[in-house]
């Protein structure tokens, strides 16, 4: 993990005053949410206003938008840092996808081109896996729960989903030691896309279902706290 994750950051153009500080959390939380920088970090606030191109006030603005989506943390006397995720955390994250990806895999309708990007980034990650690329698996996951929730072409939801992955990331930097428990998302994405794509829609969201409730538990387990128990209707 590069310890220069910041530099990477481009200047946000200032454009409409009035949304600068939603810009400035945008390429922030896109830093965050790409893997760049590990929970914990200290974001330098100088350096920031400087390379953005933006005043304090702007910045510690865009810093109270992510602390209000769990991504930042401020201290006292100390400065604002990464969040390092909790087992409630977890918990949280989790109650929220099942509802939002499944709510969406309900509504949404799929196009042949959806269906056949869906496949594209399920073997873009089995490339990764093959080439032991952690962070390419990574990001093909997000991919491929993104593109399920922008079917139901809702911008509230688009951005919603955006401030979750961008947690997921930090929730997934907990198991960095563990360089191949991406591998099991590689499959269960495999077999997702499979079932949307032959519009075997409720098996999909019940496969779904499954699918992020193990998850959670299998990251609880790395934490040492057990998931919550999940009620079928």
Same mark, same amino acid.
């Given at each position: 993990?590069?310890?220069?994750?910041?530099?990477?950051?481009?200047?946000?153009?200032?454009?409409?005053? #009035?949304? &600068?500080? =939603?810009? !400035?959390?945008? %390429?922030? +939380?896109?830093?965050?949410?790409?893997?760049?920088?590990?929970? /914990?970090?200290?974001?330098?606030?100088?350096?920031?206003?400087?390379?953005?191109?933006?005043?304090?006030?702007?910045?510690?603005?865009?810093?109270?938008?992510?602390?209000?989506?769990?991504?930042?943390?401020?201290?006292?006397?100390?400065?604002?840092?990464?969040?390092?995720?909790?087992?409630?955390?977890?918990?949280?994250?989790?109650?929220?996808?099942?509802?939002?990806?499944?709510?969406?895999?309900?509504?949404?309708?799929?196009?042949?081109?959806?269906? #056949?990007? &869906?496949? =594209?980034? !399920?073997?873009? %990650?089995? +490339?990764?896996?093959?080439?032991?690329?952690?962070?390419?698996? /990574?990001?093909?996951?997000?991919?491929?729960?993104?593109?399920?929730?922008?079917?139901?072409?809702?911008?509230?939801?688009?951005?919603?989903?955006?401030?979750?992955?961008?947690?997921?990331?930090?929730?997934?930097?907990?198991?960095?030691?563990?360089?191949?428990?991406?591998?099991?998302?590689?499959?269960?994405?495999?077999?997702?896309?499979?079932?949307?794509?032959?519009?075997?829609?409720?098996?999909?969201?019940?496969?779904?279902?499954?699918?992020?409730?193990?998850?959670?538990? =299998?990251?609880?387990?790395?934490?040492?706290?057990?998931?919550?128990?999940?009620?079928?209707?």
């Amino acid at each position: 993990m590069s310890t220069d994750a910041w530099a990477n950051i481009p200047r946000v153009d200032p454009g409409d005053h #009035a949304h &600068l500080a =939603e810009r !400035v959390a945008a %390429a922030l +939380r896109s830093t965050i949410s790409g893997g760049a920088v590990l929970p /914990g970090t200290k974001l330098p606030e100088v350096r920031l206003t400087a390379q953005l191109g933006v005043s304090r006030h702007t910045l510690r603005s865009a810093f109270q938008q992510l602390a209000g989506e769990g991504l930042v943390e401020r201290q006292p006397n100390r400065g604002v840092f990464v969040h390092s995720p909790t087992a409630e955390d977890v918990r949280e994250i989790y109650r929220v996808r099942r509802i939002v990806e499944t709510g969406a895999l309900r509504a949404a309708e799929f196009s042949s081109e959806s269906i #056949a990007r &869906l496949q =594209e980034i !399920v073997d873009e %990650a089995k +490339r990764a896996r093959a080439d032991v690329d952690v962070s390419g698996m /990574g990001q093909a996951n997000q991919q491929f729960h993104r593109l399920i929730i922008a079917q139901a072409h809702s911008a509230t939801l688009d951005t919603l989903m955006s401030q979750i992955l961008a947690r997921m990331r930090l929730v997934f930097h907990t198991r960095r030691n563990q360089p191949d428990f991406h591998s099991g998302y590689v499959d269960s994405n495999a077999q997702l896309a499979e079932l949307i794509g032959q519009g075997r829609r409720q098996e999909a969201e019940n496969f779904l279902i499954e699918y992020l409730s193990r998850a959670e538990s =299998e990251l609880l387990e790395h934490m040492g706290k057990p998931a919550e128990r999940v009620t079928r209707r």
